[in-house]
């Protein structure tokens, strides 16, 4: 019965990390994979996480089973980050959670409860990250994309208008809370506002993908527009990720959020979240998350973990601005980077010069032309910029970043 299972086709950016390592050239540079690394190339773990790693290996007297709501301390810690100190809907009771096995394991609740809530069609502006509409085909559920930017590097707020105004009621729309992978192209709080209100009047339901907040603007910012539609809408959905801001990738960090119109609502959808986890891991992971916890629950170490998340965002807006500052190279404008956020951008080389820049000078990014910014450093921008200019020059480019 299992030759039935006919051949999945791999993963393009594992794939790409295999070329990666294969290649021999010293000089060659990663920008494929989406984990954060330092001027000097590594994804250290964070001092902060280090510490509490420490003091939970020193304190940790059982390893017995939680549930599958996980380590709900470590879940209480995080919501003023998510939600604000003073959000209204959590002085209501109104909001709850539990842990999941990272953000993938949030989505996937996320979507899961909102189907077994009866809904059928995501709306999702495109290119978004692979897994959300994998997790989606994986469901059942039908995906309704829309472009998220223009060709010029910008949000396509009539795309996303039109299809809210089209759409059918009972419907959900996934929207990146910050940091947009792939385009790095993020609402302003003024199209957060718009859009809020365009999700209240049309019933829709939203689920929040916020994974990397504090490595765009700042902590605060980068949950505007979470909290801004919370404030808008009755119920929604988010799905949180630790994995990046606190650089616990492997260990799989996440919590999913629940926001119900009544405090007295909230038990019965958790108990839905709680029997889907039961039925696909049981419970999450504790290890990166119990770590999380002690450092969110602890004054100094809390201050070591913003320090170093500081570092991180300043460190991205760094090779963002000198990337922009390069401007235009053969066919491409690289100035749009500079005002884009997180990780990743998407610089829109062709086919043809994606591979001939991997050829020619071992620059590994993904086939839709993302770049990991972070990838990027002091001892190799000079290199990528020179690369880039070699392939924009020698063929044909399309116009701008972003798209
Ligand atoms: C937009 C987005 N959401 C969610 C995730 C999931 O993160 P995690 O590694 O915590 O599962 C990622 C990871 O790359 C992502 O880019």
């Not at 339901?205 to 700042?218: C, F, K, M, R």
């Not at 505007?224 to 994995?243: I, M, N, Q, T």
């Not at 910029?385 to 070699?390: F, Q, S, T």
Request: net charge neutral; aromatic share 6%; glycine share 10%.
């Amino acid at each position: 019965m299992l030759t039935n299972l006919a051949q999945q086709p791999a993963d393009t950016l594992l794939a790409l990390i295999k070329l990666y390592n294969d290649d021999p050239r010293p000089t060659k540079i990663d920008l494929g994979v989406g984990v954060y690394r330092t001027d000097q190339g590594d994804t250290p773990v964070f001092g902060a996480i280090k510490a509490a790693e420490k003091r939970l290996l020193e304190t940790q007297n059982s390893k017995a089973y939680l549930g599958p709501e996980g380590d709900m301390g470590f879940v209480h810690a995080l919501m003023p980050y998510v939600f604000g100190k003073n959000s209204a809907p959590v002085a209501a009771g109104r909001i709850g959670g539990m842990q999941a096995p990272g953000g993938t394991g949030a989505l996937r609740l996320a979507f899961a409860m909102a189907r077994r809530a009866g809904v059928r069609r995501f709306l999702m502006g495109t290119p978004s990250w692979p897994n959300h509409a994998q997790i989606c085909a994986d469901l059942g559920s039908e995906l309704i994309s829309f472009p998220h930017s223009t060709p010029a590097g910008v949000v396509d707020m009539d795309a996303l208008r039109s299809t809210i105004a089209a759409a059918a009621p009972g419907g959900a729309i996934l929207l990146h809370g910050c940091c947009h992978n792939p385009t790095g192209i993020d609402y302003s709080p003024a199209q957060w506002d718009e859009i809020a209100g365009l999700i209240a009047a049309k019933g829709l339901l939203p689920i929040l993908d916020l994974a990397y907040q504090g490595l765009g603007e700042g902590l605060e910012e980068d949950a505007y527009g979470v909290r801004r539609v919370l404030d808008a809408v009755p119920e929604a959905l988010v799905a949180y990720s630790c994995d990046k801001n606190f650089g616990v990738y492997r260990d799989r960090v996440g919590a999913v959020y629940v926001m119900m119109a009544e405090a007295g609502q909230l038990p019965a959808a958790l108990s839905n979240g709680a029997a889907l986890a039961r039925a696909n891991w049981s419970m999450p992971p504790d290890h990166g998350a119990a770590a999380v916890r002690i450092v969110l629950e602890d004054a100094a170490l809390t201050r070591q973990w913003l320090d170093e998340l500081d570092q991180m965002r300043a460190r991205i807006h760094q090779v963002r601005a000198s990337l922009a500052a390069a401007g235009h190279m053969g066919g491409v404008d690289l100035t749009p980077i500079g005002t884009q956020n997180g990780l990743f951008s998407i610089i829109p080389f062709t086919p043809a010069q994606i591979a001939a820049i991997r050829a020619r000078h071992g620059v590994y990014l993904a086939g839709s032309g993302r770049i990991n910014i972070a990838g990027l450093t002091q001892g190799n921008i000079a290199a990528f910029l020179a690369a880039v200019a070699d392939v924009t020059t020698q063929t044909t480019a399309p116009t701008s970043v972003g798209a």
